[in-house]
């Protein structure tokens, strides 16, 4: 996954007391690509006020139970929807109304994935038959209410897209005409604002998977 700028602001603090340290690794690879502030857990009295704790040993809850502002999220199993529903919860949401994955198609297609206009991750694939197998990581470590994917008409988009929505009929697929990728209906604004995040800032698969995802498309149906 490759590096992004600043996301969105948080209005809750994520403290981090993870015992097990290959997955404090990973979540710190995890926040840091995104941008994601947090602090690390010390003592009870230094967590800041209404934070979200976010743990997965119990002596640590233990410790912490006397502070009633914070809300506990305990992740035992190391699951990355765990974690990042401890992430929605500092920007004081549950899950994301739409998740909206942008492929910017070709021999290795490139995606972007915005969750309620941020953005989440984005990288390149290997090949388009691994497309399917993101669309079901996504799925299991995103909470969301509806998922869409877009994917540009040029190169192999047809094809790409008609063999997602067979492997995968639960999902929404469109077809997005790249000669027409001006935003519009406001949308020129958040693909402004959201390009401010995108590093390195001259990828411009990274541009053209963003307004692919960014644009509404004819629906594919099997």
């Known amino acids: 996954m490759e590096e992004l700028a600043t996301n969105t602001p948080r209005y809750r603090t994520l403290v981090l007391a993870i015992y097990d340290p290959r997955w ?14 947090y602090t690390l857990y010390y003592t009870p009295e230094k967590i800041p006020y209404y934070s979200v704790f976010y743990t997965d040993y119990e002596r640590f809850i233990e410790e912490v139970t006397s502070r009633k502002d914070i809300e506990i999220i305990y992740d035992p199993l ?25 492929v910017d198609p070709g ?3 490139y995606i972007i994935v915005l969750g309620d206009s941020e953005i989440l991750e984005m990288k390149r694939l290997r090949t388009d038959k691994t497309l399917p197998e993101e669309i079901k990581r996504i799925k299991r470590e995103y909470p969301f209410q509806t998922i ?12 790409i897209a008609y063999s997602l929505k067979q492997a995968m009929t639960d999902i929404t697929v469109e077809l997005v005409d790249e000669s027409k990728t001006t ?16 590093k390195p800032y001259r990828n411009k698969d990274a541009y ?8 509404k498309g004819l629906e594919v149906t099997v």
């Open 24 to 37: 404090f690794m990973k979540t710190l690879e995890r926040l840091r690509t995104r941008r994601i502030p």
């Open 78 to 102: 190391h699951e990355a929807k765990t974690l990042e529903k401890a992430i929605l919860l500092t920007r004081m949401k549950h899950i994301y109304n739409e998740i909206l994955v942008g």
């Open 107 to 109: 021999p290795t297609p």
């Open 148 to 159: 869409r994917v877009r994917i540009g008409q040029c190169h192999n988009g047809w094809r």
């Open 183 to 198: 935003p519009k209906n406001g949308a020129r604004e958040i693909i402004e604002r959201i390009k401010t995040m995108l």
């Open 208 to 215: 053209a998977a963003l307004s692919i995802a960014l644009r």
